[in-house]
């Protein structure tokens, strides 16, 4: 009877020895795995961030560039474009049509 609880007890060992082995295997991967989603995930922010900068400057520029626009489409800026290149605004040349 010894011999029989002596193996069971070795073959126990052994399955424990293993089990463990392997625990130990997959917290080291998940360890690892969870390590480099960590920074891959930490680039991909700083990447985001840096995007929205861009995104920002370049509204900032859209916007400038729409202000400008209007400055040079208002009316008093075209007379005076028209009046330095000899141009006049005759209202008495406009008709009206009317389709009745």
Same mark, same amino acid.
């Given at each position: 009877m010894k011999k029989n609880k002596k193996n069971n007890v070795a073959k126990l060992q052994k399955f424990e020895k293993k089990y463990t082995i392997i625990g130990t295997c997959i917290l080291l991967c998940l360890w690892v795995f969870s390590f480099f989603?960590? +920074?891959?995930?930490?680039? +991909? *922010? +700083? &990447?985001? &961030?840096?995007? *929205? =900068? &861009?995104?920002?400057?370049? #509204?900032?520029? =859209?916007?400038?560039? /729409?202000?400008?626009?209007? #400055?040079?489409?208002?009316? #008093? =800026? +075209?007379?005076? /474009?028209? *009046?330095?290149e000899g141009l006049a605004y005759n209202n008495g040349n406009i008709v009206i049509v009317n389709n009745q």
């Open positions: 989603t960590k +920074i891959s995930l930490s680039s +991909i *922010n +700083i &990447e985001v &961030e840096r995007l *929205n =900068n &861009e995104v920002s400057k370049q #509204e900032k520029t =859209n916007q400038s560039l /729409v202000m400008k626009i209007n #400055e040079l489409a208002s009316l #008093e =800026n +075209i007379q005076a /474009v028209a *009046n330095s």
